[in-house]
C-alpha cells in the first residue's frame, strides 16, 4: 500500500516537520502560522501528489546523510529496482526518490513504560556527475519532544541506512564501492571554500584529534597542522564554509575514506548541499 496514503494526518505532520518551514510557505503560501501550523495543516489536506513533489524537490535543503558511490561501470541512468519495505514515490533516469516507514521502540522514564513512534523516511539515491549518491534525511534524534518532554531511551530502530545501502549495493551485485573524496576535499580546502575546525587524522603510528577554539579553521590558525593534514587521511572532519563564499551551507562534516558527507543543518535554499556534493565529486 502506498506510504502516504495508509499513513496518518499525524505521521504525515512529522515527515513535513523534518523540512525546512521556509521550503513549507513557498509551496503552501496560502497556509499561515509557525512550522508546526504550517506542517499540521497541510497535512490535513492529504494532497499526496504535491507533498511528493515537494519532498523531491526540497530533500536537499534538510538534515542530510549522504552516501557517495564509485559504481563499477559508467553510470548513465539509475536502475529500475525497488527497495524492500519501500515505495519508490518519484523516479526518472537519474533519480529516485523512496518513502519508507521506520518504527523507534522506546523506554520512556517518570514512570517508566514502553512506547513506540513511526516515522515516513525519505530517502534519494541520485546520479551526479557519473557517481552514485545516495541521501537520507536526518531523523530527529531527540524523542522525547514527542512525548511530552520526557525522557526516553531509544531501544530498537527497525531500519537502518546500513541494511538500506546493502540493497542498493546488490543493484551492482556487490561491486559498488565508496568514493574516497580525499582529493575533492583536499581541492576545496586548498583553493579556500572552506577550512575545518575539528578533525581525526592518521599519523605513522596512531591517530590524532585535533579540535580548535571556537571560531578558528586550522588553514588560517594553525598553518603548520595544514600542510601535515594534505598528506594525511582524514576522518570525522567538520568542515566550516568560509563566509566570503556564496553557498548557504555553513558547516558539513566528512568521512573521506567512506565517501560520506554529512549536512548537520538546514539550507534556506535549494541546491546549496547539491552544489558543496558536486564540486567535491568535481575535484576529485
Known amino acids: 500500500m502506498p506510504v502516504?496514503?495508509?499513513?496518518s494526518v499525524v505521521e504525515i505532520d512529522r515527515l513535513l516537520s523534518l523540512f525546512p518551514a521556509a521550503r513549507l510557505k513557498e509551496k503552501w503560501a496560502e497556509v499561515k502560522g509557525k512550522k508546526h501550523d504550517l506542517s499540521s495543516a497541510i497535512a490535513e489536506q492529504r494532497d499526496h501528489p504535491k507533498m511528493v513533489e515537494f519532498l523531491d524537490?526540497?530533500?536537499?535543503?534538510?538534515?542530510?546523510?549522504?552516501?557517495?558511490?564509485?559504481?563499477?561501470?559508467?553510470?548513465?541512468?539509475?536502475?529500475?529496482?525497488?527497495i524492500t519495505g519501500?515505495?519508490?514515490?518519484?523516479?526518472?533516469?537519474?533519480?529516485?526518490?523512496?518513502?519508507?516507514?521506520?518504527?523507534?521502540d522506546l523506554i520512556l522514564r517518570?514512570?517508566?513504560?514502553?512506547?513506540?513512534?513511526?516515522?515516513?523516511?525519505?530517502?534519494?539515491?541520485?546520479?551526479?556527475?557519473?557517481?552514485?549518491?545516495?541521501?537520507?534525511i536526518v531523523?530527529?534524534?531527540?524523542?522525547?519532544?514527542?512525548f511530552g518532554d520526557r525522557p526516553?531511551?531509544?531501544?530498537?530502530?527497525?531500519?537502518?541506512?546500513?541494511?538500506?545501502?546493502?540493497?542498493?549495493?546488490?543493484?551492482?551485485?556487490?561491486e559498488l564501492e565508496p568514493m574516497d573524496l580525499h582529493k575533492g576535499i583536499k581541492a576545496l580546502w586548498?583553493?579556500?571554500?572552506?577550512?575545518?575546525?575539528?578533525?581525526?587524522?592518521?599519523?605513522?603510528?596512531?591517530?590524532?584529534?585535533e579540535?580548535?577554539?571556537?571560531?578558528?579553521?586550522?588553514k588560517e590558525y594553525y598553518y603548520d597542522l595544514y600542510l601535515v593534514l594534505l598528506k594525511s587521511s582524514l576522518s570525522s572532519t567538520l568542515f566550516q564554509r568560509k563566509p566570503s563564499q556564496r553557498c548557504g551551507v555553513t558547516v558539513f562534516w566528512i568521512e573521506a575514506a567512506n565517501g560520506e558527507v554529512d549536512f548537520p543543518r538546514y539550507t534556506e535554499k535549494r541546491g546549496d548541499t547539491d552544489f558543496v556534493i558536486e564540486e567535491i565529486i568535481r575535484n576529485n
Open 139 to 146: 531523523l530527529e534524534k531527540n524523542l522525547s519532544s514527542y
Open 110 to 136: 517518570n514512570p517508566v513504560e514502553e512506547a513506540s513512534i513511526e516515522f515516513i523516511w525519505p530517502f534519494r539515491v541520485d546520479i551526479m556527475q557519473k557517481r552514485l549518491v545516495v541521501r537520507f
Open 57 to 82: 524537490e526540497n530533500l536537499d535543503c534538510c538534515k542530510q546523510h549522504v552516501y557517495i558511490f564509485s559504481p563499477p561501470r559508467t553510470l548513465n541512468q539509475l536502475p529500475n529496482a525497488n
Open 4 to 7: 502516504l496514503t495508509a499513513s
Open 190 to 209: 586548498k583553493n579556500g571554500f572552506m577550512d575545518a575546525s575539528r578533525t581525526r587524522y592518521k599519523k605513522p603510528l596512531s591517530t590524532a584529534l
Open 211 to 218: 579540535i580548535m577554539d571556537e571560531g578558528k579553521g586550522i
Open 86 to 104: 519501500a515505495e519508490r514515490v518519484s523516479f526518472d533516469n537519474k533519480r529516485a526518490l523512496y518513502l519508507i516507514k521506520v518504527k523507534f
Open 152 to 174: 526516553t531511551s531509544a531501544v530498537r530502530r527497525s531500519i537502518e541506512e546500513d541494511s538500506i545501502l546493502g540493497e542498493i549495493k546488490g543493484w551492482f551485485n556487490g
